[in-house]
């Protein structure tokens, strides 16, 4: 292994990610462009980038999947995976970053977006994944470095080392001093920084910042200090060996500059990646993978290519595949590798054999999902990740425009909900209803788009349903007579009934009083059938619920009565009590813990107030410097688009979880509205 603890130059895997809009993708554009992969960085913004290749991406100028490509940079290979920035997508890093060799974090100096870093610095830690800062923008920067990184430091918790610093000329960056090099460069556009003497006057700033960068650096390495303290120059060499050590031990974030558009600082970075970031064998090590043993893969990414059928991406922990191989899962499933790409975005290279540390496409594993390992042989692999999609915060109702897409609707779901694991499909038969839910209003509508794009399975949507009940707030009885004459038997069935109130929560009670035998013991079970389908829809036109219901007399004939005839009297029955019991409206209400950034609780707690909720409580956010948690209750009717404002609210990272508490009785002009719009 070497000084700077690489080992081997495996072929790597970086993520790439960061707020929403600060230039990942375009960043991805820059290092294909600067390592010969493709000729030309394309533009999001006029949808010809490798990443964001899809209809849905090209129409909301965003991420919404994984961006892949593979580019070579002297001589070694680089996979680098771009996620959505979006913290209704955020959850598709979540199953890239564990097998990644490192992150780049694209920020900037914009303090409305220091929340959302914030959020993905935490994923990154809570990984234990070794990262870099790319600061971009730094041609249209405003603010002094210095102050930059104070910005940028409140989001993490890892002391954020500066690597470079900007050389500024009329207020603008145009080059920066390498601090580690110790050499002065000039931005040039699209191309390799040229470097220069160092400025006249910046040798100063040079030093301090170099002297800050050493300092900190010596917190994790004796002889640094003694040198430091002894006014030694300290070796390249161990300068080196030290940022590799402190990245992967995750001491310290180095920090780097340049414009992504412009294509500026790259070169600088894609070096740093190359000869600092940690390799195979320390990722392996981290996820508790022994270096011997089948050859293993980790699924990152599942997708599903209309005629080119499922393609699995993985990265090669150990060992090595071939085309035909059968594999095994994690979680049992087997499949044979039915083909091996090279992936540059949509385009694509064959190989025959995956190799240890490569990141591919792997085609047709059918019975393998995103996040399993897998493995050839017989034995099934352990897991290497747990991690289970976050809890929806929004949801549709969804319906096919055509009947006839009836039955491929069916398997277009399933399919994309296993593209994207946070997806829920929740079909709910009684009520003819089939509801998608996600993280938010974008999540969904991107999904509804895939379907009528990949699948041809147009849908409309609306909002869900929301499960009223009524019940009743006073006693009430009534006499149920059932009397048919045909040809033949006739039907008869007589019963007198009580019903009553119930605590809220007990649900249906029944009970006979009969003496005497005027109702034969054999039908009274048919009673309690007729009283039971009688009060899933109540006069208000809903399930009714807390009632007991007493049969306390009735008659019968000898060769006229049945079953039949006495389940359909206890429904007459019921139909006639339940209206002079007072029945009431009854809604669900939800207990939600809201998290949010400190600085925006006076507005979550209106938007609380201002949807018929209640207010618990409020506490910091265990682990979270800087955010709350509100504890509430809220009518399920009020919760719909409660993700959209809270996200508007809180520069897109607020987020709340439910469960059902309680249902409670709806009055006045709400109840109205609601038994207005079911008749």
């Known amino acids: ?103 780049i974090v694209v920020c ?52 954020l080392l500066l690597r470079q610093i900007p050389i500024w000329k009329d207020g603008i960056a145009v080059g920066f001093i390498d601090l580690a090099l110790e050499r002065a460069f000039i931005y040039r556009e699209h191309a390799p920084s040229e470097v220069v003497d160092m400025p006249g006057g910046e040798a100063p700033r040079e030093r301090e910042a170099r002297f800050a960068m050493l300092e900190r650096l010596a917190d994790y390495d004796d002889a640094l200090m003694e040198d430091l303290i002894s006014e030694i120059e300290p070796p390249r060499d161990r300068v080196f060996d030290d940022l590799a050590r402190e990245l992967r031990d995750q001491h310290v974030v180095p920090a780097f500059i340049g414009s992504a558009e412009r294509g500026n600082g790259v070169t600088r970075l894609l070096k740093a990646l190359r000869h600092e970031a940690p390799g195979l064998e320390q990722t392996r090590a981290r996820l508790g993978v022994p270096d011997e043993g089948a050859p293993l893969a980790q699924i990152m990414k599942t997708l599903h290519l209309g005629q080119g ?91 096919v425009k055509d009947r006839k897409d009836d039955v491929r609707l069916t398997g277009a779901l399933a399919k994309i909900a296993e593209e994207d694991p946070s997806l829920v499909v929740d079909s709910r038969p009684e009520i003819g209803e089939i509801r998608l839910l996600g993280q938010g209003e974008m999540h969904l509508r991107v999904a509804v788009e895939k379907l009528a794009s990949r699948f041809q399975v147009g849908v409309e949507t609306s909002r869900p349903r929301i499960s009223y009940c009524e019940t009743i707030r006073a006693p009430a009885a009534a006499r149920g007579r059932h009397r048919k004459q045909t040809g033949g038997h006739g039907q008869f069935g007589d019963v007198m009934i009580e019903i009553r109130p119930l605590p809220r929560g007990e649900g249906f009670a029944f009970q006979d009083k009969i003496t005497g ?21 109540g006069p208000l036109g809903f399930p009714v619920v807390d009632l007991a ?116 009785e709806l009055s006045g002009r709400p109840a109205e509205l609601v038994m207005q719009k079911t008749h």
């Open 1 to 103: 292994m070497a000084p700077n603890g690489r080992g081997s130059k495996g072929p790597r895997c970086i993520a790439i990610v960061g707020p929403f809009q600060s230039g990942k993708t375009t960043l991805l554009e820059a290092i294909l462009e600067r390592t010969g992969t493709i000729g030309r960085s394309g533009q999001v913004t006029n949808g010809d980038s490798v990443g964001d290749a899809s209809p849905e991406a090209r129409a909301h100028a965003m991420s919404v999947e994984p961006n892949v490509a593979t580019a070579t940079f002297l001589g070694e290979t680089m996979t680098f995976v771009d996620c959505p920035g979006s913290t209704e997508f955020l959850h598709e890093m979540r199953n890239v970053v564990p097998a990644c060799d490192a992150a």
């Open 108 to 159: 900037e100096a914009d303090e409305r977006k220091i929340p959302a870093l914030e959020v993905i610095l935490r994923e990154l830690e809570e990984a234990d994944i070794p990262r870099f800062l790319f600061i971009n923008k730094i041609d249209t920067a405003t603010r002094r470095i210095r102050e930059t990184l104070a910005l940028l430091q409140r989001a993490s918790r890892t002391p």
């Open 309 to 399: 059928g499922k393609l699995s991406v993985a990265r090669v922990l150990r060992g090595e595949f071939h085309e035909g191989d059968t594999v095994i899962g994690s979680r049992g499933g087997e499949a044979r590798i039915g083909s091996l790409l090279t992936l540059v975005g949509t385009a694509s290279t064959r190989k025959d054999t995956a190799s240890v540390g490569e990141t591919l496409g792997f085609g047709r594993l059918e019975d393998l999902a995103t996040a399993d390992c897998f493995s050839t042989g017989k034995t099934r692999p352990d897991a290497i990740l747990s991690t289970a999609p976050p809890e929806p915060v929004y949801a549709l109702a969804i319906r």
């Open 517 to 537: 035998g005027v109702v034969p013991r054999q039908y009274i079970p048919s009673v309690e059938t007729g009283a039971r389908d009688a009060v899933r829809c």
């Open 549 to 664: 219901v007493t049969l306390t007399d009735g008659s019968y004939h000898t060769v006229d009565s049945s079953d039949a005839a006495f389940q359909a009297a206890a429904k007459l029955a019921l139909a006639e009590a339940l209206p002079k019991a007072k029945p009431v409206l009854l809604e669900p209400v939800l207990s939600v813990e809201i998290a949010i950034p400190s600085e925006a609780l006076s507005k979550a707690t209106g938007l609380v107030t201002s949807r018929r909720g209640q207010i618990l409580g409020y506490d910091a956010r265990p682990g979270w410097s800087g955010w709350d948690v509100i504890s509430a209750t809220i009518p399920e009717a009020e919760i719909g688009d409660l993700i959209v404002e809270l996200r508007s609210a809180t520069a897109g990272v607020g987020t709340f979880s439910t469960r059902f508490d309680h249902m409670a």
